[in-house]
């Protein structure tokens, strides 16, 4: 059974900065392609970033570009979202995905929410 645990949420003032961090308890965490979507209170959930097996290759939403990192540690089974420039638009419980195939996972975490405040 796939388990994925996020954590580092929480409340932070606008142009602040929070790292997420998601554990996956799998075997062999290179094999999956990792990603982060979000969900705003009514709002549809969207992706966020995403970072292929090996690392050598992320993608983001266009309005995170340059604000947010994704990066991950396949000793530690861990995916990180480095969250910097943070502004209320953001405010939204973050989800770690894993098993990304264009943009469909296989696998989902619980939420973490992360909330800021202007």
């Known amino acids: 059974q796939v388990q994925l645990v996020e954590s580092g949420g929480g409340l932070v003032q606008a142009g602040g900065s929070l790292r997420l961090s998601c554990v996956i308890s799998?075997?062999?965490?290179?094999?999956?392609?990792m990603a982060w979507f979000r969900q705003a209170p009514g709002k549809e959930r969207e992706f966020v970033a995403a970072?292929?097996?090996?690392?050598?290759?992320?993608s983001y939403l266009d309005s995170v570009k340059g604000r947010f990192t994704i990066s991950r540690d396949n000793a530690k089974n861990t995916v990180y979202l480095q969250m910097n420039s943070l502004s209320p638009e953001d405010t939204a419980v973050y989800y770690c995905?894993?098993?990304?195939?264009?943009?469909?996972?296989?696998?989902w975490g619980q939420g973490t929410q992360v909330t800021v405040s202007s």
């Open positions: 799998v075997r062999t965490f290179s094999s999956y392609a």
């Open positions: 970072i292929s097996r090996s690392g050598g290759d992320t």
């Open positions: 995905a894993a098993g990304v195939v264009n943009m469909v996972p296989d696998y």
